[in-house]
């Protein structure tokens, strides 16, 4: 059974910092998905990183997977408070479409 | 990118009554869609996986009979609750995948609250 774990599962960031969010999982899979979700609201994608060593980065946050130690980290650089929200990271199972990690809320203080 | 609408946004019934929810996929096509539901501060869990023209497929746990599926057309399933009960309170999210799964797209969610 694919399990995904993400750590940590709360952040308190100050505005400027930098930090990582890290993504577990137990079975091979070459491909894995991050999302924000903010309070109320639905999934928005982020990231698909398709491959080994795939990296991508979009303003602020940069993610990247090692398929080989099935991690991945989504990198926040210099924290702003627009990034507070909750992020998800998903792999595709077996015979389920994506599994969930338990997210990670993140919330950035002036 | 491809869009995936819910409607309603959000519901409120009496214990026992029936809720429906739709899910449209409005400008591609999707044989299947997954239908997730995320209680408060927890993750996404998916309920089960609708095929169009076939019978749904649910994930362990999930009760069939309480929660109805059927996926009329390729760009429309629709998630009945029958027998509502408070514990259904919940945030319902549809997804629908493109062909080769690469991507999911996901819908708006729909907030189903029973009194």
């Known amino acids: ?110 | 990118g491809a869009v995936v609408s819910q409607h309603p946004s959000w519901v409120i019934c009496k214990s026992g009554t029936s809720v429906k929810i739709e899910c449209r996929s409005l400008d591609f096509q999707a044989t299947t869609m997954f239908w997730y539901r995320q209680f408060p501060k927890q993750s996404l869990m998916l309920m089960a996986t609708s095929n169009e023209g076939s019978k749904a497929t649910y994930e362990q746990g999930v009760e069939k009979d309480k929660f109805l599926i059927n996926h009329a057309s390729l760009t429309l399933s629709t998630l009945t609750v029958t027998s509502a009960h408070p514990e259904d309170s919940s945030f319902y999210i549809c997804s629908a995948p493109t062909y080769d799964y690469y991507e999911q797209y996901f819908g708006p969610g729909t907030r189903l609250t029973v009194t």
């Open chain 1, 1 to 110: 059974e694919l399990k995904v774990e993400q750590n940590p599962l709360f952040l308190s960031m100050q505005e400027g910092k930098n930090y990582t969010i890290y993504c577990n999982y137990s079975t091979t899979s070459d491909r894995l998905y991050w999302y924000r979700q903010d309070p109320g609201k639905s999934l928005e994608s982020l990231f698909v990183l398709l491959s080994n060593g795939a990296v991508k980065q979009e303003g602020r946050l940069m993610a990247s997977l090692d398929t080989k130690a099935r991690l991945s980290t989504l990198h926040i650089t210099a924290a702003v408070h627009d990034l507070s929200a909750t992020y998800f990271c998903a792999v595709p199972g077996g015979n389920t479409p994506l599994v969930f990690g338990k997210g990670t809320r993140l919330s950035v203080i002036a």
